[in-house]
């Protein structure tokens, strides 16, 4: 009986080890696809490899980021609408979502998207990867103001100089003796 147990548990870890390896293997296809700029095929092996593994979120994101570079703009947008409904808490999808749309001009949208998150949890979290989704979402935020050319909230260029330097000519000006 000890025997049986062991061989089926070895067995098990095999099939285990290589249904993840092929997970993988799909997953390594689509981005090595998505760099060479084959957003078809990198989506077929995103697909295959979501099959492997349907609660995997980095390949749910990858999905979407392939389908917009197809340029199926309807696709993604219901790419995306479901993907947050089965897990709307994904600031990452949300902020993938929210860049197409407003890239498409659908700016209400977007900012539908984003507004929400401001107060989330997620905009209060230390960790570095927490931090760098926040910091993106309030650029995008940023970018929607603009877009919408709203003039009281575009940025002063000059309001984040905390010290200009003197101009050369009022340098040379302090280094001539007075004349009195």
Same mark, same amino acid.
């Given at each position: 009986?000890?025997?049986?147990?062991?061989?089926?548990?070895?067995?098990? /870890?095999?099939?285990?080890?290589?249904?993840?390896?092929?997970?993988?293997?799909?997953? *390594?296809?689509?981005?090595?696809?998505?760099?060479?700029?084959?957003?078809?095929? +990198?989506?077929?092996?995103?697909?295959?490899?979501?099959?492997?593994?349907?609660? &995997?979120?980095?390949?749910?994101?990858?999905?979407?980021? $392939?389908?917009?570079?197809?340029?199926?703009?309807?696709?993604?947008? +219901?790419?995306? *609408?479901?993907?947050?409904?089965?897990? !709307? #808490? =994904?600031?990452?999808? *949300?902020?993938?979502? $929210?860049?197409? @749309?407003?890239?498409?001009?659908?700016? &209400?949208?977007?900012? #539908?998207?984003?507004?929400? /998150?401001?107060?989330?949890?997620?905009? !209060?979290?230390?960790?570095?990867? %927490?931090?760098?989704? !926040? %910091? /993106?979402?309030?650029?995008?935020? $940023?970018? @929607?103001?603009?877009? =919408? &050319?709203?003039?009281?909230? #575009?940025?002063?260029?000059?309001?984040?100089?905390?010290?200009? %330097?003197? %101009?050369?000519?009022?340098?040379?000006? !302090?280094?001539?003796?007075?004349? $009195?």
């Amino acid at each position: 009986l000890f025997k049986h147990t062991a061989t089926t548990e070895i067995y098990t /870890e095999q099939i285990v080890g290589s249904v993840r390896c092929v997970q993988e293997t799909d997953v *390594r296809l689509g981005d090595a696809m998505m760099r060479i700029q084959e957003p078809e095929n +990198a989506l077929k092996a995103f697909e295959k490899a979501m099959e492997l593994n349907p609660s &995997d979120e980095n390949i749910t994101r990858e999905i979407g980021r $392939a389908i917009v570079l197809t340029h199926d703009y309807p696709r993604a947008i +219901a790419y995306y *609408r479901d993907s947050l409904e089965k897990n !709307s #808490k =994904r600031l990452d999808l *949300r902020l993938d979502f $929210a860049k197409l @749309l407003i890239k498409l001009g659908k700016l &209400d949208d977007g900012q #539908k998207l984003l507004e929400p /998150e401001l107060y989330s949890d997620e905009f !209060s979290a230390t960790t570095i990867s %927490s931090l760098k989704r !926040s %910091s /993106e979402a309030f650029l995008w935020i $940023a970018k @929607l103001n603009l877009k =919408r &050319d709203i003039p009281e909230q #575009k940025p002063n260029p000059n309001a984040c100089l905390l010290y200009t %330097s003197p %101009s050369p000519r009022d340098r040379q000006k !302090s280094r001539m003796p007075s004349s $009195a």
